[in-house]
């Protein structure tokens, strides 16, 4: 039995805008746990029991280790109870975002159709195919879209006056 090939080596361009996109995720989850501690943090009101702020801060210590998904399902109920406007709007990017994030990390790439195109090879949960080749300047507009709703809700985070820190983040000390 041979072994299978070796996968094609993604164009210098192609591994590049890929790169960037994926540091974009990174981002944007920082962003939620930010967003999520501050809009949680103001739900629990400054006379807060101590009970419901340790309570609070194991839930914080917990999102440290979301995955995007959770992250944004996490936020989407944030924003809910805390009535921001205009929060359909954001869900429904959060929740493209994380369908092309899941693409961009887990296919497996082919060369496409065209020069310079590229093909992901990827099923998603719900058995979806990606039906297109890519180029880069496709992934360049993900990495964009993402930057976007990270801008967004750094801008949700900080209409609370909440700085935004999380369980696990320290200054560091000078």
Not at 1 to 24: N, Q, T
Not at 125 to 140: I, K, L, S
Request: with cysteine.
């Amino acid at each position: 039995m041979s072994l299978p090939r070796a996968p094609d080596r993604l164009s210098d361009e192609m591994a590049a805008a890929i790169g960037h996109a994926v540091s974009g995720f990174g981002f944007l989850e920082e962003a939620l746990k930010r967003a999520i501690f501050s809009l949680t943090r103001m739900g629990l009101g400054e006379d807060a029991s101590d009970e419901a702020l340790q309570k609070w801060l194991r839930l914080m210590e917990n999102i440290a280790d979301d995955t995007l998904g959770t992250l944004i399902d996490s936020f989407g109920a944030a924003m809910r109870q805390s009535g921001v406007a205009d929060r359909e709007a954001l869900r429904q990017t959060l929740d493209e975002l994380r369908l092309k994030r899941n693409l961009l990390c887990h296919a497996s790439w082919r060369p496409g159709k065209q020069p310079g195109h590229w093909y992901p090879t990827f099923v998603n949960t719900r058995g979806e195919r990606h039906p297109d080749d890519m180029t880069p300047a496709d992934v360049h507009a993900i990495h964009a879209d993402t930057l976007r709703a990270g801008r967004r809700i750094v801008s949700i985070m900080r209409a609370t006056g909440i700085a935004g820190e999380w369980a696990g983040y320290e200054e560091e000390e000078g």
